[in-house]
């Protein structure tokens, strides 16, 4: 099985820009896309990005993903940070057997 | 709406057996994957499994193999997860969610989530 490393938290300030890594330990990360959820305290996870850039309807376009193969991760990049936006955010992966998420990163807008 | 809708919190003594269940509505049930997510409180999210309700085909994360089983019931557009013998270490939040079309991980629908607590 393959991880998937997130910071543990980052903060910014309203109307910044933040963006979130998630490096893939083994195999490349081109290889099978990659989501990001979003889970506000006491909620379930609602979803971002899935198939690496794509945002479900309803999802705002402040938010973007990238994949780089050169550095093997993932990264959602947050503009126009809202305080609405705090939350924990999770990357998810798959090695063709198993999903495998990142630890989460908590992010702070203050 | 697409949505998924899960049974009610419960609360149950190691050793007794346990199914919840996720109900999907306004989209094809049966030509999705419906995967299961364990979040222990305070704690992250760990992928259980996955069941494709059009042929009831399932896979496992070895971690939970044989502890818990996943089904589906297309006529009723349901997905379950159930437990044989719970233990105090299966008390989490349990969400199920949907996976895009073609996909066995993109999950773009997620179930509210059903609180399990095991104690004695």
């Known amino acids: 099985n393959f991880m998937l490393t997130q910071p543990h938290s980052v903060s910014e300030s309203p109307g910044r820009t933040i963006t979130i890594s998630c490096t893939r330990s083994?195999?490349?990360?081109?290889?099978?896309?990659v989501q990001w959820y979003q889970q506000r305290p006491g909620s379930a996870p609602t979803t971002v990005i899935y198939?690496?850039?794509?945002?479900p309807s309803g999802v705002p376009d402040r938010f973007s993903a990238s994949i780089d193969s050169s550095s093997n991760s993932a990264s959602l990049t947050i503009s126009g940070l809202k305080t609405e936006d705090e939350a924990e955010y999770y990357c998810?992966?798959?090695?063709?057997?198993?999903?495998?998420f990142g630890g989460g990163t908590q992010l702070t807008v203050l | 709406d697409v949505q998924l809708v899960q049974s009610g919190t419960e609360v149950k003594k190691p050793g007794e057996s346990l199914k919840i269940s996720c109900q999907g509505s306004?989209?094809?049930?049966?030509?999705?994957?419906i995967g299961w997510v364990r979040q222990v409180p305070g704690k992250g999210l760990e992928w259980m499994g996955i069941?494709?309700?059009?042929?009831?085909?399932?896979r496992y994360n070895p971690s939970f193999q044989g502890h818990v089983t996943i089904s589906a019931d297309m006529s009723i557009t349901t997905a379950y997860m159930q437990w044989s013998s719970l233990k105090a270490s299966d008390t989490a939040i349990y969400y199920c969610?949907?996976?895009?079309?073609?996909?066995?991980?993109?999950?773009?629908?997620w179930g509210q989530g059903t609180m399990v607590t095991v104690s004695s």
């Open positions: 969610a949907r996976a895009a079309s073609g996909s066995h991980d993109s999950y773009d629908i």
């Open positions: 069941v494709y309700p059009g042929d009831s085909d399932t």
């Open positions: 083994s195999g490349s990360i081109a290889n099978n896309y």
């Open positions: 306004g989209f094809s049930f049966s030509n999705h994957w």
């Open positions: 998810q992966s798959y090695d063709g057997i198993n999903v495998v």
């Open positions: 198939e690496d850039v794509l945002r």
